[in-house]
């Protein structure tokens, strides 16, 4: 399976791509960059590998958002200089989205790019952000702000480091899989009765493949790439929200409350019944519509001050930029609200 330039490998095929890889690319240095939880996944990356320098460094990074940071990187670049790295070294990323995003970014942009490896930890970025070359950093509390489309060289997906990952992690990457679902009509309703429990390495490869479609028929999302924002809307807003006046929310959770509202939207009232069986819709207040649309709003993915949603014609048959208006989104939020209130 591949995206534009890099090529995904899953379980063991991908660790003998990686050593392959490794022996004819003869890296001048190899970094693998952790986190402080995704260091406990480098046993067993290593040992599964034959081919990997001895004398690789760790670098590692506090766990977190806070960590996809201008300073963070230049902490990563000048510690890649201090260890001689020239152009033919290589970065390994063996964690989450956080590592991932912050290491493509280090890596893309060191001496204009040195080559990199996404080894995905957590499940979110096992379905989603090591798939498709975007790479980045925040800067002025916004996310995502600074970064670039660039492709690893590989990118090695397997489930056996889900192990040590925490529940709600798990649930956030989950909400992923059931987005894509919903996008093409595969594996529904199935998708949304995995468990932490189940062996996921055929599903896992079954999301990939259709984000992997996705991003190689458009890139630089200039157009059908758009549709993978579904729930992202409304679940971006709701991140904020919550971020600023009670206990943060996983992204992935944010992800499937935004579901709730575009499948409502959608006019999509059994698929959100389906939804709300497993995860239930949280009820919002009143008093936060405003500053939730205002959030809405300022989503760096509107045109035209209009607030755009991606919405399902029928499940499988999503599409994207529909404007959606203050009236209407009020509307579903309350009926969402109501038909909590009614269980
Ligand atoms: N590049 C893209 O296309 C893309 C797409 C979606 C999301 N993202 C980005 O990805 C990030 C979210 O990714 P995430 O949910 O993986 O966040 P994350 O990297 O913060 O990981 C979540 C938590 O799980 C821990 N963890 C990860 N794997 C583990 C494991 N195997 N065992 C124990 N702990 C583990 C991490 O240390 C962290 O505490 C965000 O910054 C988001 O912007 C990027």
Redesign the pocket.
């Known amino acids: 399976m591949s995206t534009t330039a890099s090529t995904i490998f899953f379980g063991q095929d991908g660790f003998r791509a990686l050593d392959q890889y490794l022996v004819k690319k003869q890296p001048s240095k190899t970094f693998v960059l952790v986190?402080d939880?995704?260091s406990?996944?480098l046993p067993t990356f290593t040992s599964k590998l034959t081919a990997l320098d001895v004398n690789f460094e760790i670098l590692e990074i506090p766990?977190?958002?806070d960590s996809?940071s201008l300073e963070l990187a230049n902490q990563l670049w000048l510690t890649l200089l201090e260890y001689g790295a020239d152009r033919n070294a290589l970065l390994i990323n063996l964690?989450?989205?956080?590592?991932?995003?912050l290491g493509g970014f280090v890596a893309a942009t060191f001496k204009r790019g040195i080559s990199f490896i996404q080894v995905p930890?957590?499940l979110?970025?096992m379905v989603?952000?090591s798939v498709?070359g975007?790479?980045?950093i925040n800067i002025g509390g916004l996310?995502?702000q600074v970064g670039t489309f660039s492709e690893p060289d590989l990118v090695v997906v397997d489930a056996s480091?889900?192990s040590?990952?925490?529940q709600e992690?798990w649930e956030?990457?989950h909400g992923e899989m059931i987005k894509h679902a919903l996008l093409t009509g595969n594996d529904w309703p199935e998708v949304l009765n995995w468990t932490s429990k189940d062996d996921l390495q055929k599903e896992i490869q079954h999301s990939v493949a259709m984000k992997a479609k996705v991003v190689e028929a458009d890139f630089k999302e200039s157009g059908l790439r758009k549709i993978l924002n579904l729930g992202h809307t409304f679940g971006h807003a709701w991140e904020s929200l919550m971020r600023n006046t009670s206990d943060s929310v996983a992204?992935g959770r944010a992800v499937i409350q935004g579901l709730h509202v575009a499948l409502v939207l959608s006019q999509e009232q059994e698929l959100q019944a389906e939804l709300a069986k497993r995860y239930t819709w949280t009820n919002v207040s009143t008093d936060d519509f405003e500053a939730l649309w205002h959030y809405q709003m300022a989503d760096k993915k509107n045109e035209n001050a209009e607030v755009q949603f991606v919405l399902l014609e029928s499940i499988g048959s999503p599409t994207f930029s529909n404007i959606v208006t203050l009236e209407d989104w009020s509307t579903a939020l309350l009926w969402l609200n109501q038909s909590t209130d009614v269980e």
């Open positions: 986190d939880n995704t406990v996944c766990a977190g958002e996809k964690g989450g989205g956080v590592v991932g995003d930890t957590s979110l970025a989603d952000a498709g975007k790479t980045g996310k995502n480091f889900l040590s990952l925490p992690e956030s990457g992204h």
